[in-house]
């Protein structure tokens, strides 16, 4: 997804982010190609975990800041992009950011999932986070803007998660059922905003 990162788009987005942008981009592809030949097409599962926390790291390393002071609205997900360029966000963008940048060095959707959970620790307020399932049947591990740390699943009994969700299905527990990711409104709206990027 750092290809969509275009002379194009660079120039878009130095217009509405500011200069600060470019550097921001142009690092985001420096990171992929030095990550990608530091983990290699070969990489074991085992060796996920190594890729795990690079992305972690880099994508966290963005300022923590609301829709509402960036964007004028209560609730807004940015494509990675945007979120590079921008040089900030909310715990949408970063787990957004994490599972794209993880898919494009190679990690199959089917190990991920963005999962969205209340917490305990401020009024049940909403979260999302990336879980990352070494197999189908393993407790996943979780990448957190909150924390450079990624943890199991059960060291995280402050999340309940509410719903999950990746490129192809949405998975309510409650409900026991998946259906179409695209399901997620403001999914679907990343999805959108990202192809356009791709092809422009």
């Not at 609205?73 to 921008?86: C, K, L, Q």
Request: proline share 5%.
């Amino acid at each position: 997804y750092s290809s969509s990162v275009t002379p194009r788009l660079i120039a878009r987005y130095t217009g509405l982010f500011g200069s600060g942008a470019e550097g921001r981009l142009e690092g985001w592809k420096q990171f992929v190609r030095e990550t990608a030949g530091r983990t290699g097409p070969a990489r074991s599962r085992s060796g996920d975990v190594e890729l795990l926390g690079l992305v972690n790291r880099f994508f966290n390393g963005a300022q923590w800041a609301s829709d509402l002071a960036l964007w004028g609205v209560e609730d807004y997900w940015t494509t990675p992009s945007e979120f590079r360029a921008i040089g900030s966000g909310d715990c949408e963008d970063y787990a957004i950011a994490k599972y794209f940048g993880l898919k494009e060095l190679g990690i199959p959707i089917v190990r991920m999932r963005l999962v969205y959970a209340k917490t305990w620790w401020s009024s049940q307020s909403a979260h999302m986070v990336l879980a990352y399932y070494p197999d189908p049947r393993a407790e996943p591990l979780i990448l957190d803007n909150l924390t450079g740390a990624i943890q199991l699943a059960s060291d995280r009994p402050d999340l309940t998660p509410v719903f999950s969700f990746n490129d192809e299905d949405l998975m309510v527990p409650e409900m026991g059922g998946r259906v179409s990711g695209s399901s997620v409104r403001q999914w679907r709206d990343v999805l959108q905003k990202l192809q356009r990027e791709l092809t422009h």
